[in-house]
């Protein structure tokens, strides 16, 4: 809650220099995918098509609580049998969020934006911790397969959501500048390539090599 609080904040303050109100040159490679993600999970999770940016953000706010509950679990972890199942959900529920959001295209208000954006950078930051702790746990190279299928089902949802909302990556590569210390040293754990690539992270990790 901490980060999610400092991250709001940060946001909070650059939209109040009129950060969003600039434009702002494209994000590298936004477009390009760099892995073959196959045909989207067909099931939508239950959820119908959100047609304004707080729908969206409803459901943003779900995932972050099956999120949490994914993490709680994951953090128990001790073998790789333990792990495998709950990654699987995971990377469904993930999905099943992008799969609703394909096609769609919302106008949204700043301050809902914002929080969309925190929430997004919330999840990642989450997956992200727990990820490193059980990869130091079980094993570095024994894990990377399974966070490769988060990396995949990661960057496929925020390409969506960058669609489904103009603008959206921009403000997520501004938040991912204020990531805490302890978050990027597990990125370069994790290796969610990807996410790292698309959000610009990976000037932040050269920087701390």
């Known amino acids: 809650m901490q980060n ?21 040159p494209a994000a590298p490679n936004a477009g390009l995918a760099v892995r073959a993600y ?17 729908d969206v953000l409803n459901i943003m706010t779900d995932l972050k609580v099956k999120v949490d509950a994914h993490v709680a679990v994951l953090a128990k972890a001790v073998v790789v049998a333990d792990v495998k199942p709950r990654v699987d959900v995971l990377v469904a529920d993930i999905k099943a969020v992008t799969t609703v959001l394909v096609g769609v295209k919302v106008d949204v208000d700043a301050e809902v934006k914002a929080k969309i954006a ?8 989450a997956i992200v911790k727990v990820c490193a ?18 990396d995949v089902a990661l960057h496929l949802l925020i390409l969506t959501l960058n669609i489904c909302i103009a603008g959206l990556l921009q403000i997520l590569i501004k938040l991912c500048l204020n990531l805490d210390a302890e978050i990027i040293a597990d990125l370069k754990v994790v290796r969610l390539d990807l996410c790292v690539k698309i959000l610009a992270i990976v000037k932040v990790l050269v920087g701390i090599n």
């Open 4 to 24: 999610f609080g400092r991250l709001f904040s940060v946001l909070t303050f650059l939209l109040s220099l009129g950060f969003i109100a600039h434009a702002l």
């Open 118 to 125: 925190v929430t997004v950078v919330a999840i990642i930051s």
């Open 38 to 54: 196959g045909s989207p999970a067909p099931s939508n999770g239950g959820y119908s098509k959100p047609s304004s940016g707080n």
């Open 133 to 150: 702790a059980v990869s130091v746990k079980i094993g570095v190279q024994v894990c990377l397969a399974l966070w490769a299928q988060i």
